[in-house]
Each structure stands twice: as structure tokens, then as C-alpha cells.
């Protein structure tokens, strides 16, 4: 067990809702990184924060928005859902330069 | 951009049977190679990672992969599976420079029969 927990573990939200998504990362770590899974796909990442600040995005549109706590926890944001947002989403934590250890991740379904 | 390709999308085997997965990726530069796995119900886990020196590396629960360099390659071997490495695996290459971006592959569903 890597020491990433997510919240929630499930979450079902209809098109055009907001949603938020937690993520705590393994102590001492100081990058957190979020990736979309969608099903059949391999993750795919969306940003990375480091010391509060993003620093990296992927291909993803603005409504996809983020923040890092002083602590190191994560929110992942959503705003106006879409039927194609229906994915797990993914938490990843390290220290800058080392692997990324992944939490169990939270399965959002949007109707 | 970067990419990873894995060959195999299923791969059927039975225990005690050879395994090697492919993977190849695309990037010009320095990266670190790495391959998770994906157990039924579990989150994703670290099974080996190369990031210099020998390119013969060894992982957990007797999996190795070999870094090809020539051919962009960093293959996932294991001579003998168990029904318990049933499982998804996948491939993931992270540039060294710029941020600390995986880029996956689209993953191995791999099915040991007992």
C-alpha cells in the first residue's frame, strides 16, 4: 500500500454538474500529479502541481482545475460535467525526480 | 509529442508459461522506463522501473524488462506466470526533462489460467 488515499471512492454526478475530488498525498512527498482513466485506456495525465503551483498540463480543457494544500493534499475540479468525463481518476505522489506512487483512484460516472 | 505502444492488448496464458510483454516508445531524448501493474480491484503498483545503469532491471515478484535503447524498447519478461499475476500491466515513460509527465501505453490485459 502506497500511503495515497482518494475520496470518494464512487461518485455519480448527471451532465453539467460540478464535481470534487480529493486526494492525500504519501507523507514527505511534494509533486502530486492527476491522470484520467477511461475505460480500456491507459491513464492519461491532466496536470501536476508542485508546491501549490501547477506545473505541467496535458490536453485537457480549463474546466479541468486543480489545487495543492500546504499539507500536499489535492483537489481535482470539474466544472459542466460531460458524458465523456465518466472515468477513474487518478492521484499520483513523489518527490521531484523519483517514481510516482498512485492512490486507489475515484470511479466517476456522469448520466 | 511522446507515445508508448504496447503490443499485445490480451495475452492468454497458462501457469507456468514464459511471458514477455512488448513495449515501445517515442521520444528523442532521455526518459525513465517504468511498467505498473493493475491487479483486479487494486490500484495501480510499481513493478519495475529503469532510470540508468544496467538495462537488464528486476523487479518485484520475479518480473524483469530489458532497456533496448536502439529500438526504443522496454520489454516485460517473466519465465514462469502464476494465476496470481493475472492482471493489467502497463508500460509508461517519463521525459527527464519538463515535468514529471507519465505517458502510459494503453495496457496488457493478461489472464493466467490455472
Known amino acids: 500500500e502506497t500511503g495515497v488515499t482518494q475520496s470518494p471512492t464512487h461518485l455519480i454526478k448527471t451532465r453539467g454538474q460540478q464535481v470534487t475530488l480529493r486526494c492525500s498525498s504519501q507523507?514527505?512527498?511534494?509533486?502530486v500529479s492527476w491522470y484520467q482513466q477511461a475505460l480500456g485506456q491507459g491513464p492519461q495525465f491532466i496536470f501536476q502541481?508542485?508546491?501549490?503551483?501547477?506545473?505541467g498540463r496535458g490536453n485537457f480543457p480549463p474546466r479541468f482545475s486543480g489545487l495543492q494544500f500546504p499539507n500536499y493534499s489535492s483537489e481535482l475540479n470539474v466544472n459542466a460535467l460531460e458524458l465523456d468525463d465518466s472515468a477513474l481518476y487518478l492521484c499520483?505522489?513523489?518527490?521531484?525526480?523519483?517514481?510516482?506512487?498512485f492512490g486507489p483512484g475515484t470511479r466517476l460516472t456522469v448520466t | 509529442a511522446q507515445s508508448v505502444s504496447q503490443h499485445n492488448h490480451h495475452v492468454i496464458l497458462s501457469e507456468a508459461a514464459s511471458l514477455e510483454l512488448g513495449c515501445n516508445y517515442s521520444?528523442?531524448?532521455?526518459?525513465?522506463l517504468f511498467w505498473y501493474v493493475q491487479y483486479p480491484g487494486q490500484h495501480l503498483q510499481l513493478l519495475l522501473k529503469?532510470?540508468?545503469?544496467?538495462?537488464l532491471v528486476k523487479g518485484i515478484k520475479g518480473f524483469e524488462a530489458e532497456f533496448i535503447k536502439s529500438k526504443f524498447s522496454f520489454n516485460l519478461r517473466k519465465p514462469s506466470v502464476q494465476w496470481s499475476d493475472t492482471a493489467e500491466y502497463f508500460c509508461a515513460v517519463k521525459p527527464l526533462t519538463g515535468f514529471q509527465k507519465l505517458v502510459f501505453g494503453t495496457g496488457t490485459r493478461l489472464l493466467v489460467s490455472p
Open positions: 499520483a505522489s513523489s518527490l521531484t525526480g523519483y517514481e510516482q506512487y
Open positions: 529503469y532510470f540508468s545503469g544496467d538495462p
Open positions: 502541481y508542485y508546491r501549490e503551483e501547477e506545473n
Open positions: 521520444y528523442g531524448g532521455t526518459v525513465n
Open positions: 507523507s514527505g512527498h511534494n509533486t
